[in-house]
């Protein structure tokens, strides 16, 4: 009786000896080589792109008269892009001579966890973010006088009776430390949305491959 091609699959897995083992293997081999690579690729360009904006911010930011934005920015992004060099590196010990699954859950695992340390790092990125922004404008030069204290000027003259907690309105120390807390809450959520925005078919290939190999191996 013939055998289903599911069937032969299925025994490609189990049976070393089998005449079909080294194409079916070959071929998951290849796929999964080449979701990784495809990854590597990319977050390489990610690391690469967020190096060159950082620096062209640090410029643009002498500028238009925010460094202390620019510096705080760079030098923030500079650490995540340290972070995540070091953790692609760990890529490079994946051993390309195991099976396609075990390589692929080594990869999936290797993906855990540097989703996990950078959720975590979102936490406080987005917010050091925020208040370097906060900062450099308030310090900004606006014609002799810093930007910030020229804005709480103008309250006062239409808000003359508003609390100041060292010459800064207690509402807007309010407002930005709401925004603080919720950027830091949501912080990790930011990052996914923006993993799978960049990443998602990537790792939408990587999962149905997976799903392939383990109802075979089933």
């Known amino acids: 009786m013939e055998k289903s091609i599911e069937n032969i699959w299925k025994e490609g897995f189990l049976k070393s ?7 079916i293997n070959n071929l998951y081999n290849q796929k999964s080589i080449h979701i ?17 904006f950082s620096f062209i911010f640090l410029i643009a930011s002498f ?3 925010i460094p202390i934005t620019g510096v705080i920015f760079f030098v923030t992004l500079s650490v995540l892009v340290f972070i995540n060099k070091n953790l692609l590196n760990g890529l490079d010990k994946i051993d390309k001579g195991v099976s396609s699954y075990q390589y692929l859950k080594t990869f999936n695992e290797w993906i855990n966890k540097q989703i996990a340390i950078n959720k975590k790092i979102s936490r406080f990125l987005y917010p050091i973010i925020f208040m370097s922004m906060i900062i450099g404008f308030w ?4 014609e002799g006088m810093p930007l910030g204290e020229r ?3 103008e309250i006062l003259i239409g808000f003359p009776d508003i609390y100041l907690i060292n010459g800064i309105p207690l509402i807007g120390i309010a407002i930005v430390l709401l925004i ?4 830091a809450f949501f912080g990790g ?8 925005l960049v ?3 990537v790792f939408k290939k990587l999962e149905e491959l997976m799903t392939d190999i383990e109802s075979l191996r089933s």
Do not use: H
Not at 17 to 23: F, N, W
């Open 17 to 23: 000896d089998a005449l079909v083992v080294p194409k």
């Open 36 to 52: 990784i690579d495809k990854f590597k690729r990319m977050f390489k360009i990610n690391l690469i792109a967020i190096v060159a």
């Open 63 to 65: 500028f238009v008269g």
């Open 139 to 142: 310090f900004k030069d606006a």
């Open 151 to 153: 804005l709480v000027s």
């Open 180 to 183: 603080l807390v919720l950027l």
């Open 189 to 196: 959520r930011i990052y996914k949305w923006d993993l799978n």
């Open 199 to 201: 990443y998602g078919s």
